[in-house]
């Protein structure tokens, strides 16, 4: 990774030592000129509703940005990382406190408030300064997750603190693309069902697929033109480390892509993305707010990049993400709750979500 202190990568481009951070609530205007990496917290208020947690949506700019051949920083060389011990991980929820809220998610749909809600859990174990006084390495932790497990929208982001810039620590291998923009076209790839083989996935699966595709598609609809919003794939099965997903993809056309305050628009009307918060999401996110003890942060929110002067974008959703902030790293996993869910069986999709990252990410137990 690059020996800068502040560096981003995503996609390809790498950028180096960090000149700005804006908040895109307050800025978006920013965004429509030059090159920017984003991290939106889940909690983040953008006009669209909010989970009534703070949170932030910002971007940082960076001085120098390069193109890399997409196999570069696959392998895991250059000095090893050194994360927390294996047995050292605590959870915002253990198993019974999990069922429970899995069990009232139930009796929601059931009264009829919601038909369906994403439920998660924070994984948190301590990781202290290294030796030096520096943060931990999180180029190291992004070689890792690179070589064992590769994602499509692999992203990380790490200015320490003491830069001149507003700090932030993300690493993310995350396989799920929130938005992406190209001119005026609109795309999103919602994964709702996950199983260890493609036999696993079940009829709850496609139905709660189908469902987030539908919210997904009126998202878009808030900010495109109208009658231009279609469902190109519908329950494409893809495979990843460890499990396979259900994907579909939605697209539209920007109503108007020459705003001002584009980016403002878009993620009011869009975020948090459906596929991880629910449907009708604004019932959702009060469930959430009811039974998940601890906030988000940039898990489920929203990791990537903005050309503001190529007119184009990819964000993340942001799962399979680790983020450290005050000697504590921390990793989110959760799943989609509705009417046919088992409680044992909601946890353990959450186990086989987080195993494969939280064993790359961890040390042999001390």
Known sequence: MPPSPSWARF????????VECVDIAREPEKLRSGLWFVVVDFEADLGGGTTGRPGRARAWRFAHVRQEAPEAGAS?????????????WTSSMDQAAYEAAVARVREHVLEGDVYQANVCRVLAAPLPLRP???EPDAGALARRLASGNPAPYAAAVHVPRGADVEPVWVVSASPELYLSLDGADLSSGPIKGTARTPDGLSDKDRAENVMITDLVRNDLQHVCRPGTVEVSDLLAVE?????????SRVHGTLADPGAADLWGRVLAGTF???SVSGAPKSSALRIIRSLEPVARGPYCGAVGWVDGDAGTAALAVGIRTFWWDDGVLRFGTGAGITWGSDPAAEWAETELKAARLVGL????PR
Do not use: E, K, M
């Open 239 to 247: 495979h990843h480390p460890g499990l396979v997903h259900l994907v």
């Open 132 to 134: 030096d006084g520096a």
């Open 76 to 88: 895991d060389d250059g000095p090893g990382w050194v994360g927390p011990a294996s047995d050292a």
């Open 361 to 364: 990410a961890s040390s042999p």
């Open 11 to 18: 996609a390809g481009r790498v950028a180096t030592d960090a």
């Open 272 to 274: 948090p993305p459906g």
